[in-house]
């Protein structure tokens, strides 16, 4: 699967300063003329910002623009791979994501994206600043791991037992690349993906676990619309877990699909494209009026670039 990415948008890099002054990077895809909205994509355990080439091809020539980060510990970020001192790093880190996204755009419509642990990171961030998170427009989570996780029991008690007096002791996570994809050459580029790692420190296993429960508690707190998309044959993040949560929201304006053979990876997966309609679907019903206009060729208004 090659990335054309860069030659259907302008391509930005950029850094910004997360918790305690880390100089954290993200990079940015922006259509020609007019943008309508802006997906603001976070990537999961070990992951990257250039795995989601199928999202901004797809959506960059609809004239959305896409802002993805590389959190702390991963990619081109600074930072232990793998390791958090607490949860609270990684909210605050998106917090000031957001605003810098806000700043440069002002009044443009955002979206945010989060595919697995990036998924919990969002529905945290959301569940505990409603307030920020009423200037969203909406949030989609991809295969978020909110029950049973495909990761040895073992592996998992002992990262709650290191947390406390080896915190940055770190482990392997034992997930088979396989389970990523359906697609032999979506696993062939994760195997020889440089910038992707393994890791995951025993404090980030006890402060991921923590926040896993404390979203599940907090479900019926949930106000803003929500879409969740999920591999029915998802080994790493069990589907039952999203399902249980969707449950649990009593916000109407909420919807969950899953795809019965799809892996982990399911904007990298065999049905990506019923996937990426899927989600093209959602975010147009989700536009403000006047910008569902600007799309159908108004001309009316128009949202800054960058």
């Known amino acids: 699967m090659i990335d054309h990415s860069d030659r259907l948008a302008s391509r930005k890099e950029g850094r910004f300063q997360g918790v305690g002054g880390l100089e954290l990077y993200y990079q940015s895809w922006h259509p020609e003329g007019k943008v309508r909205a802006i997906l603001v994509i976070v990537h999961g355990l070990g992951g990257h910002s250039d795995r989601y080439s199928n999202v901004i091809e797809h959506l960059i020539p609809k004239q959305y623009a896409v802002y993805a980060l590389d959190l702390r510990g991963h990619g081109r970020s600074p930072g232990q791979r793998g390791y958090i001192n607490?949860?609270?790093?990684?909210?605050?880190?998106?917090?000031?994501?957001?605003?810098?996204?806000?700043?440069?755009?002002?009044?443009?419509?955002?979206?945010?994206?989060?595919?697995?642990?990036?998924?919990?990171?969002?529905?945290?961030?959301i569940l505990r600043y409603p307030q920020q998170a009423s200037l969203l427009q909406g949030a989609i989570t991809l295969a978020p791991t909110l029950g049973k996780v495909g990761v040895s029991p073992i592996r998992v008690l002992l990262g709650k037992m290191l947390s406390r007096v080896w915190p940055r002791f770190t482990l392997n996570t034992g997930i088979d690349t396989s389970t990523a994809s359906r697609d032999p050459q979506v696993v062939a580029a994760i195997a020889q993906d440089t910038l992707r790692h393994?890791?995951?420190?025993a404090r980030l296993a006890t402060e991921f676990f923590a926040t896993v429960d404390w979203i599940n508690a907090h479900a019926g707190d949930w106000q803003l619309p929500l879409l969740i998309l999920h591999g029915g044959a998802d080994r790493v993040a069990l589907p039952m877990g999203s399902d249980n949560f969707y449950q649990r929201v009593k916000y109407a304006d909420k919807l969950r699909i899953e795809y019965p053979e799809a892996y982990h990876e399911i904007q990298r997966d065999l049905n990506y494209r019923e996937v990426l309609a899927d989600?093209?679907?959602?975010l147009e019903r989700h536009l403000p009026s006047e910008v569902v206009q600007l799309g159908r060729g108004s001309g009316e208004l128009e949202f800054p670039s960058s």
Not at 95 to 102: D, E, K, P, R, S
């Open 86 to 125: 607490a949860w609270s790093e990684f909210r605050e880190d998106l917090g000031a994501f957001l605003q810098l996204i806000q700043t440069q755009n002002p009044g443009c419509p955002v979206f945010l994206l989060g595919h697995s642990l990036g998924a919990v990171i969002v529905l945290d961030y």
């Open 198 to 201: 393994t890791r995951a420190a």
């Open 279 to 282: 989600l093209e679907d959602w």
